[in-house]
């Protein structure tokens, strides 16, 4: 089965990112990643660190001409910032310079200081920094190759920055482009330009702001997942990897919960005669039915909340003294929603692929694919096309 493992801090040396169980003979070499990454740094509302903290790789392992070996795939992601923290963050024994003592609300300083009984709050923020997700993105790269060998496509779209929300169509096959072409990765044009308008107001008022994204992964086979147990339902897995992504705090499938206030002759995906197999003529489950896909494209809604790193900062307590204080102020973005939905990407491929991997099995991309088309062939042969 498909596992993978991340190491580092956000100023350490580099991030780390072993993967196991990948089948032989995925095509994948630097610049795949490098352009996942690079789609993970973009967006309006990022701050100076992107600009200044570059993604260097090295693929220390499981890949050979250009093609996996089956092994375990080692990728380190170097940070470029490390010469001016190695002092700070040094693995040797040493000082480890000014502490940080003022937690900020909504981060993971506070709880992390008292369950790690530390009384510097850098011990918990480095790897709690969603600096982590360039690791995660080594990861959902390689998932996306696995993925199109059988004609997976995992995308994502921002549909909400703030009180900005898009009306545009849900993005097909082939959109991608277009989307990161936007500078919040936002199909609708109109609420495209006014979501950087908030994001700069956000700035100016030196606040932050939140939002929403879509990811959506076509061409998924019916029966990935399982209704036997609650640990193989699709719909669980998915939501568990995409609340994982620092910041996120809900996740819808299909309509999510917009489906609540519906009766249940209008909440549901009618069933209809198709080619090759039974069809809907709407998604509102978001192909998920029974913790199993359903053959139509897998849709997810997911809620970011502001970044809690503010150069306003908000009240907290200074953990040394115990005084009433101003939270930490560490370098931070305005907005980072455009750049969770990259990570959303990931985390869905990632999810997908491991349960292709589970259905379909296989030590080679051959293997894979043969098991795949044969699932796809007996599924149409039972529905008689």
């Known amino acids: ?39 993970r740094r973009q967006g309006h509302g990022r701050g100076a ?11 220390v392992g499981g890949i050979r001409h250009g093609r996996t070996l089956g092994s375990p795939v080692a990728v380190v992601v170097r940070n470029t910032e490390w010469p001016r923290w190695q002092e700070i963050m040094g693995v040797e024994p040493g000082e480890a310079g000014k502490p940080v003592t003022r937690p900020r609300p909504g981060h993971a300083d506070l709880a992390g200081m008292v369950k790690y009984g530390t009384d510097d709050a850098r011990d918990i923020l480095e790897r709690a920094s969603a600096r982590e997700t360039a690791a ?13 060998y059988l004609g997976m496509e995992v995308i994502s779209h921002v549909v909400a920055i703030g009180e900005v929300t898009s009306q545009g169509p849900m993005p097909q096959p082939g959109d991608q482009e277009t989307i990161d072409a936007s500078p919040v990765r936002c ?12 994001i700069d107001r956000a700035k100016e008022d030196q606040d932050t702001l939140g939002g929403v994204f879509e990811v959506i992964a076509h061409g998924v086979p019916f029966g990935l997942g ?23 705090k809900a996740v819808g499938i299909g309509d999510g919960f917009e489906l ?19 069809r809907r003529e709407s998604n509102r489950s978001g192909g998920l039915e029974g913790g199993m896909s359903t053959g139509e ?11 809690s790193t503010l150069m306003r900062p908000l009240a907290t307590v200074d953990i040394e003294s115990g005084e009433p204080a101003q939270a930490v102020r560490e370098r931070s973005d305005v907005c980072a929603v455009p750049a969770a939905a990259v990570v959303g990407e990931q985390m869905m491929a990632w999810v997908l692929a491991s349960e292709t991997q589970r259905k379909f099995g296989g030590d080679t991309v051959a293997e894979l694919t043969g098991s795949f088309d044969a699932f796809i062939r007996a599924v149409a042969d039972r529905f008689g096309r």
């Open 297 to 307: 494209p897998i849709r997810a809604r997911v809620a970011m909340k502001p970044l």
């Open 260 to 278: 609540a206030s519906l009766p249940g002759s209008k909440a549901h995906d009618e069933i209809y005669p198709g080619e090759g197999a039974p």
């Open 136 to 148: 995660r993105t080594i990861a959902g790269t390689l998932a996306k190759r696995m993925l199109s």
């Open 187 to 198: 199909l609708d044009p109109e609420a495209s330009a006014a979501m950087v308008e908030a």
């Open 49 to 59: 660190r992107m600009s200044i903290e570059q993604d260097q790789l090295e693929i």
């Open 226 to 248: 399982s209704h036997v147990h609650h640990d193989r339902r699709l719909d669980g897995l998915l939501a568990g990897a995409l609340m994982s992504v620092p910041g996120v």
């Open 1 to 39: 089965m498909l596992r993978f493992l991340t190491a580092g801090e956000s100023h350490g040396p580099g991030l780390v990112t072993i993967v196991e169980g990948l089948p032989k003979g995925i095509e994948i070499d630097a610049e795949h990643f490098a352009a996942e990454l690079e789609r």
